[in-house]
């Protein structure tokens, strides 16, 4: 069962950045075999795809939020981050860490959330204008 940990959350200013961490532990099979993604849910509002990494280091983000974050997956410490620059108020959310290995993803699912099986319990993220 794998098992995921997100960190990194907290409260900043428009305009700033953030980084979120995401560790993960349990997995049967190599780390580089996962694939993974970055989701967020507002309150009243779905959960939605920010980012996704495939297991060839293709990434794949939101147009919400091209440009001003970035994806990474390390596979030497087992974890996947995910850093957030020119941060806004509606990027204000619960943000998750999610992974998979069952080989379903295509460049069409990757961002979404019924792609994946494995979550872990998310990490706040609140931005004031």
């Known amino acids: 069962q794998v098992q995921l940990v997100e960190s990194g959350g907290g409260s900043v200013q428009a305009g700033g950045s953030l980084v979120l961490s995401c560790a993960a532990a349990?997995?049967?099979?190599?780390?580089?075999?996962?694939?993974m993604g970055w989701f967020r849910q507002a309150p009243g509002k779905e959960r939605e795809g920010v980012a996704a990494?495939?297991?060839?280091?293709?990434?794949f983000y939101a147009d919400s939020v091209k440009g001003r974050f970035t994806i990474s997956k390390h596979n030497a410490n087992s974890t996947l981050s995910l850093q957030m620059n020119m941060l806004k108020p509606e990027d204000t959310a619960m943000y998750y860490c999610?992974?998979?290995?069952?080989?379903?993803?295509?460049?069409?699912?990757?961002?979404?959330?019924?792609?994946?099986?494995?979550w872990g319990k998310g990490t706040l993220v609140n931005i004031s204008s």
């Open positions: 349990g997995y049967t099979y190599p780390y580089t075999a996962y694939y």
């Open positions: 999610a992974a998979d290995v069952s080989g379903s993803w295509t460049t069409g699912n990757l961002l979404s959330a019924g792609t994946y099986v494995y």
């Open positions: 990494i495939n297991t060839d280091g293709l990434t």
